[in-house]
T-cell receptor, first 112, second 115 residues
């Protein structure tokens, strides 16, 4: 869904299902991307990263896909668990600039 | 993984006063630290990039005289919110990196409430 005003888009899934969270990044010069998980009142927690010379990277229960043609990033979480409930942000690092720019975020709500 | 510690985790201050937030890299040397601000239900907005031994680089729209950043050592950066107003109430988060294009490690954040 689109991010409108102050409301984060929410993805609701059943426990055990797979989740796909999408992100459109802004700059074609970005060459490094990270997915972060943020729980309420805490700082972002690293999940997985990918460089622009790759289109897919897998971790434990998570997969990140990168489509540079349309500047799109996705995070797939397999067998989603209640502990996965959080807000997920993608972040991009522009080549030559040592800083991360965060996307709007998606709230993942996992229901038993 | 590397640990970044922020202090305090929360603070309440009166309007017009100044508040200092510390960000420390506990087990690595961080040549660069970043300060973000996050309002409720919104994303992290980069405020400034702090380089050890030099002036911070502020993002457009961030007042450098209001948000003073000092990065005096390779393990410590501080953000001072001067003459705080209620609209400065927010969640402030720092991160630290070791090299360009590697994972940035985040602190646990500081909840600032200005009354």
């Amino acid at each position: 869904g689109e991010s409108v005003g102050l409301h984060l888009p929410t993805l609701s899934v059943q426990e055990g299902d797979n989740s796909i969270i999408n992100c459109a990044y802004s700059n074609s010069a970005s060459d490094y991307f990270i997915w972060y998980k943020q729980e309420s009142g805490k700082g972002p927690q690293f999940i997985i990263d990918i460089r622009s010379n790759m289109d897919k990277r897998q971790g434990q229960r998570v997969t990140v896909l990168l489509n540079k043609t349309v500047k799109h990033l996705s995070l797939q979480i397999a067998a989603t668990q209640p502990g996965d409930s959080a807000v997920y942000f993608c972040a991009e690092n522009m080549r030559g600039y040592n800083k991360l720019i965060f996307g709007a975020g998606t709230r993942l709500a996992v229901h038993p | 993984g590397a640990v970044v510690s922020q202090h305090p985790s929360w603070v309440i201050c009166k309007s017009g006063t100044s508040v200092k937030i510390e960000c420390r890299s506990l087990d690595f040397q961080a040549t660069t630290m970043f300060w973000y601000r996050q309002f409720p239900k919104q994303s992290l907005m980069l405020m400034a990039t702090s380089n050890e031994g030099s002036k911070a680089t502020y993002e457009q729209g961030v007042e450098k005289d209001k948000f003073l950043i000092n990065h005096a050592s390779l393990t410590l950066s501080t953000l001072t919110v001067t003459s705080a107003h209620p609209e400065d109430s927010s969640f402030y988060i720092c991160s630290a990196g070791r090299l360009l294009n590697t994972e940035a490690f985040f602190g646990q954040g500081t909840r600032l409430t200005v009354v």
